[in-house]
């Protein structure tokens, strides 16, 4: 993950939320061999997980370097491989069924429901 290692490692912006004292509830999850910190809000609320991992952060967000470094865990098709991806890429965004469900629905459903520390391991 050597091209998104500063998104995991730098420090986030902690503003004032909520409850008033600044601080928010963080949850630690291991993303392959990484161990990251996430706002428990972003794991555990369906609309902001998505409001983030969406199309538009993939396409608007990211940069080129950054989604050719993602497509690489994707499939490869012997013809027409990138266009295969990116309608693979619409699919995934758009909630469609892979077979036994959407790999994003599933991850934020284990995301939700697994508990703190060591959530999900990707």
């Known amino acids: 993950m050597d091209s998104l290692d500063h998104m995991l490692t730098d420090p986030l912006e902690l503003g ?9 509830i963080m949850e630690d999850c291991l993303l392959g061999g990484t161990r990251v910190s996430l706002p428990e809000d972003l794991l555990e609320d369906p609309e902001i997980f998505f409001d983030v991992v969406s199309l538009s952060t993939w396409q608007e967000v990211l940069s080129d370097s950054q989604r ?3 497509q690489q865990f994707l499939p490869h098709f012997p ?9 693979l890429i619409l699919a995934l965004f758009s909630g469609e ?3 036994f469900g ?5 991850a934020q459903k284990l995301f939700r ?10």
């Open 102 to 106: 959407n790999p994003l629905h599933i």
């Open 113 to 122: 429901d697994t508990e703190p520390v060591e959530s999900v391991f990707l």
């Open 16 to 24: 004032p939320c909520g409850d008033g004292h600044g601080t928010r």
């Open 97 to 99: 069924n892979f077979r």
């Open 68 to 70: 050719e470094h993602l």
């Open 79 to 87: 013809e027409d491989s990138v266009e295969q991806q990116n309608e």
